[in-house]
């Protein structure tokens, strides 16, 4: 039974996040929050490892999250299911783009989509910040970071890499 939740509820996340990677969190926390499989602590390892391997955050994620929940075949049936969504609509729009391309209604619900989208990361990066921000150290590593990312637009594995290196210093000093 847990192999069919996996497929379905991965299958549901890859046909609905759009707009890449991080648009499939809030499915992710939905599954953390009503089946227990992985934490919302573990999910946020989880994001942090699959932002610094290769390839696509949604997909490592997914893997990471059916390796957690049931070994090595729930990582198989996870992944394949969020992926499987995107290359079935690839097929089909291939085959439909020129006559669609240009509808006004495929138009006006990508636009749609946008908003509704932000509005589900912003929810997550709440979730998450109330999470993991437990004590002045970390607050002030993230606005320290933050601030960073907007003035310095430098490649973002500098800054997962400078926050995992703040975190070996802070943990040595037992200040997290």
């Known amino acids: 039974m847990i192999y069919f939740n996996l497929l379905y509820e991965f299958f549901k996340t890859g046909l609905f996040s759009f707009g890449g990677g991080y648009a499939t969190l809030p499915f992710l926390y939905h599954i953390s929050e009503t089946y227990h499989w992985f934490s919302a602590k573990q999910l946020t390892d989880m994001i942090a490892v699959s932002s610094i391997t290769p390839g696509p955050l949604g ?82 590593l993230f606005i320290a970071l933050l601030v960073f990312s907007f003035k310095q637009k430098r490649d973002p594995l500098l800054y997962l890499g400078l926050a995992a290196l703040a975190g070996v210093i ?7």
């Open 59 to 140: 997909v490592n994620v997914a893997t990471f999250a059916g390796f957690v929940t049931s070994g090595l075949l729930g990582a198989l049936v996870a992944t394949t299911a969020v992926v499987l969504p995107s290359y079935i609509i690839v097929i089909l729009v291939s085959k439909l783009l020129d006559k669609f391309k240009e509808n006004k209604h495929v138009q006006a619900a990508i636009y749609a989509l946008k908003p509704a989208g932000c509005g589900l990361l912003a929810s997550v990066a709440v979730s998450i910040f109330k999470e993991n921000i437990s004590n002045a150290w970390l607050l002030v």
């Open 170 to 176: 802070l943990g040595f000093f037992k200040v997290i």
